[in-house]
């Protein structure tokens, strides 16, 4: 996921209740992998949804950082 920041940009109502729930999306599945990791056996299955939790930690912060800016 790339984010482009405009500067001096600001979003319509609508598209920043859309970031907030994808920001609360994205922390609901890294919470949920999070608490799911500790029950997976299978290495390369643990792998990857500690990848996943990296990737969405990742996006999340650039969701926060777009709303900050356009506040």
Do not use: G, W
Not at 11 to 34: F, N, Q, V
Request: with cysteine; net charge negative; glycine share 0%.
């Amino acid at each position: 996921m790339e984010v482009y920041i405009l500067l001096n940009t600001r979003l319509a109502p609508h598209e920043t209740l859309d970031l907030h729930e994808l920001l609360a999306a994205k922390t609901l599945s890294i919470s949920k992998s999070a608490a799911m990791t500790s029950f997976v056996n299978d290495p390369e299955l643990k792998s990857i949804m500690q990848a996943e939790m990296q990737t969405c930690s990742k996006h999340a912060q650039d969701i926060q950082s777009l709303l900050n800016q356009a506040i």
